[in-house]
């Protein structure tokens, strides 16, 4: 089992940036590929980013692609999601996400944080 909790977020101006973190406890955080999550008002939530617990390796969702960058720092149990460039259809409760499967999918996520709130307005 892994506790997963955000921080970060808040209200942001059109072309603002924010860091949202993601601290966890538990099992050992670098056995996990690491994600970010968003659900915005009225529709399903969708995938952002991933980063892989081998190598690194990100992936990130079209719509975020240039703009949001992930990282992880495995001596402090941490997942970033840094996020320039920021419209109103950013808006969202973001969450971050653990998967502890051998290969890294979008879609093999199982354990959720709470989620926090990122909103886009000037």
């Known amino acids: 089992q892994v506790q997963l909790a955000e921080s970060g977020g808040g209200l942001v101006q059109p072309g603002g940036s924010l860091r949202l973190s993601c601290t966890t406890s538990?099992?050992?955080?670098?056995?996990?590929?690491m994600g970010w999550f968003r659900r915005a008002p009225g529709k399903e939530r969708e995938f952002v980013a991933k980063?892989?617990?081998?190598?690194?390796?990100?992936d990130y969702a079209d719509s975020v692609k240039g703009r949001f960058t992930i990282s992880r720092d495995n001596t402090k149990n941490a997942v970033y999601l840094q996020m320039n460039s920021l419209k109103p259809e950013d808006t969202a409760v973001y969450y971050c996400?653990?998967?502890?499967?051998?290969?890294?999918?979008?879609?093999?996520?199982?354990?959720w944080g709470q989620g926090i709130q990122v909103t886009v307005s000037s």
């Open positions: 538990g099992r050992a955080f670098r056995n996990y590929h």
């Open positions: 996400a653990a998967d502890g499967s051998l290969h890294s999918s979008r879609y093999g996520f199982d354990y």
């Open positions: 980063i892989t617990r081998a190598d690194g390796s990100t």
